[in-house]
C-alpha cells in the first residue's frame, strides 16, 4: 500500500490550491480515504473524508474544500478554496479499510496507511 500526495504551495490567503493523493499497492474501492493536516506544534486533525461516496468535512472548511475521488485512477484530491492562514500544514493523504461509523469519525488513529505529506503555506 503506498500512497503520494502532491500538489501543495505557498499561496496568499483567498487563493486556491488542489491537492492529490495517488494510492497504488492494493485496491481501494471501498476503502475509507480521508485527508488530515499538522500544523507546527499541533495534533494533526482531520480535514475530510470520503467513504463510499459519502463526504464529510471539518467544520473549519466547510464549503470551501471538496474531497473528490476517482476510483477508476486510485486517485483522491482535495480542492481547497478561500485559504486562510490557518489552513497553513502538513497534508496527509490517509487511507483505511474500516467500517463507516469508523471513518466518520476521522481520527488518526483509526487510520493504518499514511502518505508521507505535502505542504501547504498561507501566507496572509
Known amino acids: 500500500v503506498q500512497l503520494v500526495e502532491s500538489g501543495g504551495d505557498s499561496v496568499q490567503a483567498g487563493g486556491s490550491l488542489n491537492l492529490s493523493c495517488q494510492a497504488s499497492g492494493a485496491s481501494y474501492s471501498g476503502s475509507c480515504m480521508a485527508w488530515f493536516r499538522q500544523a507546527p506544534g499541533k495534533e494533526r486533525e482531520g480535514v475530510a473524508r470520503?467513504?463510499?461516496?459519502?463526504?464529510m468535512y471539518a467544520d473549519s472548511v466547510k464549503d470551501r474544500f471538496t474531497i473528490f475521488r476517482d476510483n477508476a485512477k486510485d486517485l483522491l484530491s482535495l480542492q481547497m478554496n478561500s485559504l486562510k492562514p490557518e489552513d497553513t500544514g502538513m497534508y496527509y493523504c490517509?487511507?483505511?479499510?474500516?467500517?463507516?461509523?469508523?471513518?466518520?469519525?476521522?481520527?488518526?488513529?483509526?487510520?493504518?496507511?499514511w502518505g508521507p505529506g505535502t505542504q501547504v503555506t498561507v501566507a496572509s
Open positions: 490517509a487511507a483505511e479499510w474500516t467500517p463507516s461509523w469508523r471513518c466518520g469519525r476521522l481520527k488518526s488513529r483509526d487510520f493504518e496507511y
Open positions: 470520503i467513504d463510499d461516496g459519502v463526504t
